[in-house]
């Protein structure tokens, strides 16, 4: 069946460090959305992309999705402690003429201060 | 942020119970959805309702029920669980079933004993 494979698992940077988080998929994906997760809390919605090729930002955050529409990434520039959770990717396959939104396994970023 | 609420947060039960989980939504969103979180493993999707009807099953064994009796409210009833279904219980809504972004509650922690 559809997955959505992520990378790495897990990940623990100084403070000021750069990180990212791969998304791959075996099918086309309709669009992606990324969540993150603080310790303890619930999944919350950061963004979507829809178009090949995309990219967006929110402030020290910076969203691409792939010419292909299988992969996706979410890079943050000089990390700061609050940036601590696990972050997600989703991504959105048209199955039976209907609409399915498959979560990878995500990315647990730890941040030393 | 109190537009998806959840009880109880947190639930011990015996093999042998029966209880039930409670979602409602503040948002006037059409759907729904019940997630199972694990550790280690992706978001597991379990039922989708739109407008109080059942529109996505996923395989999830008869031991758990949902019930939707109105667009803002949301149950998960529970009985004869094993302790493997011991996880984190996700209630969500979106605007429309296959629409952008969904919204989580806090979630149930379930522990089967």
């Known amino acids: 069946g559809q997955q959505v494979m992520q990378i790495p698992q897990y990940q623990h940077v100084q403070e000021g460090e750069d990180f990212t988080t791969y998304c791959n998929s075996s099918t086309t994906l309709s669009n992606i959305q990324w969540y993150k997760q603080r310790p303890g809390g619930h999944p919350v919605f950061l963004i979507q992309l829809v178009k090949s090729g995309e990219v967006k930002k929110q402030k020290r955050l910076t969203f691409q999705f792939g010419e292909a529409k299988k992969n996706s990434s979410l890079h943050i520039t000089a990390t700061q402690t609050t940036d601590v959770g696990t972050y997600f990717c989703?991504?959105?396959?048209?199955?039976?003429?209907?609409?399915?939104?498959?979560f990878g396994s995500g990315t647990r970023l730890l941040v030393r201060p | 942020e109190t537009g998806v609420t959840q009880t109880p947060r947190h639930l011990v039960m015996g093999m042998t119970n029966k209880k039930s989980l409670k979602c409602e939504q503040h948002l006037g969103h059409n759907a729904m959805y019940w997630y199972k979180q694990s550790a280690k493993k992706p978001l597991e999707l379990m039922f989708v309702y739109s407008l109080e009807e059942r529109v996505e099953n996923n395989s999830v064994p008869s031991r758990f029920s949902p019930e939707c009796p109105n667009s803002s409210h949301l149950f998960l009833h529970l009985h004869t669980l094993q302790p493997e279904d011991s996880a984190l219980y996700l209630c969500?809504?979106?605007?429309?079933?296959?629409?952008?972004?969904?919204?989580f509650g806090p979630g149930t922690r379930l522990t089967v004993t």
């Open positions: 969500a809504s979106s605007t429309h079933w296959d629409s952008y972004e969904q919204y």
């Open positions: 989703a991504g959105r396959v048209i199955v039976d003429s209907s609409y399915k939104l498959i």
